[in-house]
């Protein structure tokens, strides 16, 4: 168990639709990032939350948003499914916005059909 | 854009043989970072070598790196069936006064018994 919380571990929805991926970083830690992986395009930088703010972002679609609640937890909402959008997520957290001390988590695979 | 390029992209190997793994990036580092994912799991962080380090051992890992080819080499001596797994470089772009984790698409190790 690394620390970090994903849930749920797994997710079938239809094309349409909208989900949430919920992640809890360990604790501590003030900065979450989120990521995607898919066969054909790697692990891709989606957006970063810092205490709260987004302070970076990365590949991330207009249908995906993302948000940090004051507990630190952090919501990835991705909505108008596309078969494409299946794939698996990561969060990762880390006690402040260094380049070190990136903690991933197991990750929640979301198919789309 | 993928900062860390890994090679080779996939290789197979007996049990007790060496197995050596290549990144190459294309930024200034501070440090570069190797990563272990088991298959559909999250990533696991292996070691982290600075820009002004050479050589670093952990276990039965050696790292490498040549900041004046921008490239590293991550070395498993003796290697076992368990370590079976993706292995990623990672090095930390700066962003927005953060630093985002940067993955290579990954060199995917089998290890025969």
């Known amino acids: 168990d690394s620390g970090v919380t994903q849930t749920p571990k797994h997710l079938i929805t239809a094309t349409g639709q909208r989900v949430t991926l919920r992640c809890s970083p360990r604790?501590?830690?003030?900065?979450v990032y989120w990521y995607q992986q898919s066969l054909d395009q790697g692990l891709q930088f989606l957006i970063q939350?810092?205490?709260?703010?987004?302070?970076a972002k990365g590949n991330i679609l207009e249908r995906f948003s993302a948000q940090q609640f004051p507990d630190l937890h952090s919501e990835l909402n991705l909505s108008s499914l596309e078969l494409g959008d299946s794939a698996l997520y990561f969060c990762?957290?880390?006690?402040?916005?260094?380049?070190?001390?990136?903690?991933f988590g197991s990750g929640t695979r979301l198919t789309v059909v | 854009s993928q900062q860390g390029e890994e090679d080779p992209q996939a290789l197979s190997i007996q049990e007790g043989e060496n197995a050596t793994m290549n990144c190459s990036y294309k930024?200034?580092?501070?440090?570069l970072q190797w990563y272990r994912q088991n298959s559909g799991r999250g990533l696991v962080h292996l070691i982290l070598?600075?820009?002004?380090?050479r050589e670093k051992h952990s276990g039965r890992l050696r790292v490498t790196l040549d900041t004046s080819k921008k490239s590293s080499s991550l070395l498993i001596t003796a290697s076992r069936a368990a370590d079976t797994a993706s292995y990623f470089c990672?090095?930390?772009?700066?962003?927005?006064?953060?630093?985002?984790?940067?993955f290579g698409r990954g060199t995917s190790l089998i290890v025969h018994p």
């Open positions: 939350y810092y205490n709260g703010e987004e302070r």
């Open positions: 990672a090095t930390a772009l700066a962003s927005g006064g953060s630093y985002i984790p940067t």
């Open positions: 070598i600075r820009s002004n380090e």
């Open positions: 990762a957290s880390s006690v402040t916005v260094a380049d070190y001390g990136y903690t």
């Open positions: 930024t200034s580092i501070n440090n």
């Open positions: 604790s501590g830690d003030l900065s």
